[in-house]
């Protein structure tokens, strides 16, 4: 699974409640974590101005019980045999996840199905949930570019040109995220002054959709 990080007000180090993280999961074909990645967003509202710092950023590789020999998926995701036996148990991945994140907005292209995942294995796993709110990039996308004709990350990183290193690598994939956040981000700020204006621009839209 991969996500953009959580966001950080500018001059604090610790993530705080203008702030968030952007991320990205993998998942292997029997639906459990392989890997995760994210980077910290620093936003100065004083300013208006969102920034990635590459110097906060997480990834992790959680060990597999069953691994995959599947020449698709390992090609697709490039995490061979040997990785999968070397990463992390999934119980210490995740509560350095949660360590990383703390208590920042969580980002997501399609941030539905990432939540969904995070948190089935947070209760399987440490029987908990994160409380952090969720905020789906691609309804931020939407919503200021209402006409563009665009669901799919790779249509938002052809529409705005962005490349991408290395494609359904969770870094990479996480880091084009936060590239097509930073684009909009001029049309955001516009409508938002506070990062619950963003949580509350990307939930209308959600609801918008669902109408």
């Known amino acids: 699974m991969d996500w953009a990080g959580h966001a950080q007000d500018a001059h604090h180090r610790r993530p705080l409640g203008d702030a968030g993280r952007r991320d990205q999961w993998t998942q292997s074909p ?6 995760d990645s994210g980077y910290s967003l620093r936003v100065d509202w004083s300013r208006q101005h969102i920034c990635i710092d590459p110097g906060d950023s997480f990834e992790v ?13 390992i090609l697709l995701h490039g995490i ?25 907005p969580l980002l997501a292209f399609h941030a539905a ?9 947070m209760r399987q796993h440490l029987d908990r949930i ?30 705005f040109g962005i490349t991408c290193a290395v494609r359904h690598q969770a870094a990479a994939d996480t880091l084009a ?24 621009l990307a939930n209308m839209q959600r609801w918008i959709r669902r109408a």
């Open 30 to 35: 029997r639906g459990s974590l392989v890997g």
């Open 61 to 73: 590789l959680v060990q597999q019980r069953e691994v995959t020999h599947s020449k698709e998926n």
């Open 80 to 104: 061979g045999v040997q990785r999968q036996q070397e990463g992390l148990a999934p119980q210490i991945a995740l509560e350095a996840f949660e360590a990383y994140a703390g208590a920042a």
């Open 113 to 121: 199905f990432d939540r969904a995942m995070i948190e089935r294995h």
């Open 130 to 159: 994160m409380p952090n709110p969720w905020v789906d990039v691609e309804h931020l996308c939407a919503v200021t570019h209402e006409k563009v004709r665009a669901r799919a990350l790779d249509e938002w990183i052809d529409y």
């Open 177 to 200: 995220e936060c590239e097509v956040l930073l684009r909009i981000w001029p049309r955001l700020v516009m409508q938002c002054k506070s990062w619950k204006d963003i949580e509350r």
